[in-house]
């Protein structure tokens, strides 16, 4: 089943590319889920370079559904700079830190 979802990733990063006017080349995507499926699929992406050599996929698992942070942590491994780089948040979206895990600075997402 995650990988239905690593698909749906897939998808989403080649739709970005062709619509965000950035030549077609992305360079980092960030995942955000709260399911060990969401955290298996990310990591699917960026190991099996299924969105392509020199992409970074972050991802952000947000214990706040069913999981615990513990379980997302396990699912998530460990990462690899540049290429896996997982962040869990215990209190999900509501954490403080929760902008800057999805790569972006607090001041410019304001």
Request: glycine share 14%.
């Amino acid at each position: 089943q995650h990988l239905d979802r690593a698909e749906q990733i897939v998808i989403a990063h080649r739709r970005a590319a062709e619509l965000g006017g950035s030549g077609g080349t992305i360079r980092r995507v960030v995942h955000v889920g709260d399911a060990p499926n969401d955290i298996l699929a990310a990591r699917a992406c960026a190991l099996d370079r299924r969105l392509g050599e020199g992409v970074a996929v972050g991802c952000v698992g947000v214990a706040t559904g069913s999981y615990g942070a513990e379980e997302l942590q396990a699912c998530a491994g460990e990462p690899v700079p540049g290429l896996w780089e997982p962040v869990v948040l215990e209190d999900g979206i509501a954490d403080p830190g929760f902008v800057a895990a999805c790569g972006l600075d607090s001041a410019a997402a304001a």
